[in-house]
């Protein structure tokens, strides 16, 4: 474990930058990837320890033009209780749902489920499927500069983003989806309670006279990021949603994903697992 | 060796103002720095709840949570709990249930039932159950700890 020199505790989000860009930071949130993971040697400290909790302004769940807001800073437990994203974003709620316990859905933020990157990380398998975006932060000449990524291009590799140094993730925005949209969230582990996923898998789309328009499917833990499956979508979108169709839309699914064998499941396995799962969720949308 | 940093906060109801390194566990503050060994280390990693405790009206895992970010909130550890009516109804209902053995995981389970019950007053056995996930006993085989909450929660029904 690596010292730390410095402790600062910012309560603006102007403030967070100015030390984000005088000099290396570790950033800490609800501190439930990076107790474990310092404790473990996995993630040495910077030797400043940034803990952004006071910036209230980075909490909660608000409308904003585009569809919804979610500050960084916004727990898996808020999001839960959340009325709009019960409402208007179900699949991201599902998955909140599956998320961890209680203990750890009240520590736990989004923004630290996101910038934590993991292959497996529950909400980003939702969040793809959503379309999302996230906000980055940084100080610069003439006051806070704000960059919009899609979210599927912020993650890069397992634990690794797109997140320069100096930036603070501040919020995820994501478009509400239209009337006749449908989703589906599946997280399948040994147990159900604090299992990291052997595989979770989302799918989204409007269902029009037979056709499952602007489909989308996403997968957690089947590659070295949470990933859409582009190809498969395609499938999808060019016709009416039958057992053929989702026979290749299962395929072309396969064909995207590169899953590992861990001590969760074999690459095997994983891969039945996709096959069988998506298959059963699309058989579920196209009987609804 | 890490910074150390002066914090204040609320523990149990009164101020409480300590020095903690940066880099320590709010559950090493509490048994180590300020001797309240009631919070449990069971595994140090999250997946046993025996650390449970209640900041700002939540249960997190003190085992997770940086002490310094302890600093301005409210703090409510099994000493604070024990000592309120319903930590006492909790600890009769556990007892007359026989769910406790060895009793370590028990100041975990107390401090997450309290979660449960303020979540769902009337909490049904799947919610119970749903709400203490998080937490691991290797004595019991839960069914006497879930009775127990159960009883808590629908006074009357048991009594009978
Ligand atoms: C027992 C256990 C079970 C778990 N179960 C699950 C599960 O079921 N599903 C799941 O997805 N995860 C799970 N996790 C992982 C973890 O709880 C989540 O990833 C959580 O969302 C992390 O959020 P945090 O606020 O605690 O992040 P922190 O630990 O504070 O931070 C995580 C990382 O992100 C960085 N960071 C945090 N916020 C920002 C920001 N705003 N801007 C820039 N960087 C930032 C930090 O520097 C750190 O590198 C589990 C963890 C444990 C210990
Ligand atoms: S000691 Fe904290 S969860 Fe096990
Ligand atoms: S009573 Fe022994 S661990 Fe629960």
Redesign the pocket.
């Known amino acids: 474990m690596t010292e730390i020199r410095d402790y600062v505790a910012p309560r603006s989000l102007a403030d967070a930058l100015r030390v984000l860009a005088s000099g290396p930071a570790t950033v800490l949130a609800g501190g439930t990837d990076l107790m474990p993971q310092s404790r473990a040697g996995r993630v040495r400290f910077a030797p400043t320890l940034l803990n952004v909790q006071g910036i209230d302004e980075l909490r909660g769940v608000a409308r904003d033009p585009g569809g919804v807001q979610i500050g960084a800073l916004t727990t898996i437990t808020s999001l839960l209780e959340d009325p709009l994203i019960r409402d208007r974003a179900p699949v991201l709620r599902t998955a909140c749902d599956h998320f961890a316990s209680s203990q750890i859905r009240n520590a736990a933020t989004l923004g630290g489920n996101i910038c934590n990157a993991s292959p497996a990380g529950d909400t980003l398998v939702p969040l793809l499927v959503l379309g999302a975006s996230v906000v980055l932060a940084s100080a610069g000449p003439e006051g806070i500069v704000k960059r919009r990524l899609p979210l599927a291009e912020f993650l890069v590799g397992p634990g690794r983003t797109a997140r320069r140094t100096d930036e603070l993730l501040v919020a995820v925005q994501a478009p509400l989806p239209p009337a006749g949209w449908v989703d589906r969230y599946l997280k399948f582990g040994a147990r159900p309670a604090l299992d990291i996923s052997a595989i979770a898998l989302a799918v989204g789309g409007t269902l029009r006279e037979g056709r499952l328009e602007d489909a989308r499917i996403a997968f957690g833990a089947v590659a070295p990021t949470a990933i859409r499956a582009s190809e498969a979508e395609r499938v999808l979108s060019e016709g009416p949603l039958d057992r053929a169709r989702i026979d290749r839309a299962v395929e072309a699914a396969d064909a995207t994903i590169r899953p590992i064998s861990d001590v969760r499941a074999s690459d095997w396995y994983r891969r039945e697992l996709v096959h069988n799962l998506l298959r059963r969720v699309l058989n579920d949308v196209c009987d609804a | 060796m890490s910074a150390m940093l002066e914090i204040e906060f609320r523990l149990n109801g009164v101020v409480q103002r300590t020095a903690v390194a940066a880099d320590m566990s709010a559950l090493e503050m509490l048994r180590d720095v300020l001797g309240l060994t009631g919070t449990k280390y069971g595994c140090g990693e999250g997946e046993c709840g025996a650390c449970t405790i209640t900041v700002d009206g939540r249960t997190v895992n003190s085992c997770l949570m940086f002490a310094v970010d302890c600093n301005g909130r409210e703090v409510q550890t099994i000493e604070g709990l024990s000592a309120t009516p319903l930590g006492e109804r909790l600890n009769h209902s556990l007892v007359a249930h026989g769910a406790?053995?060895?009793?370590?995981?028990?100041p975990g389970f107390m401090m997450q039932a309290q979660q449960v019950l303020a979540e769902h007053p009337h909490a049904s056995r799947e919610e119970i159950q749903r709400g203490l996930e998080g937490n691991l006993?290797?004595?019991?085989g839960y069914r006497k700890i879930i009775d127990a909450v159960e009883a808590v929660a629908h006074p009357t029904a048991s009594a009978e």
């Open positions: 406790v053995q060895c009793g370590f995981c028990t006993c290797r004595c019991t």
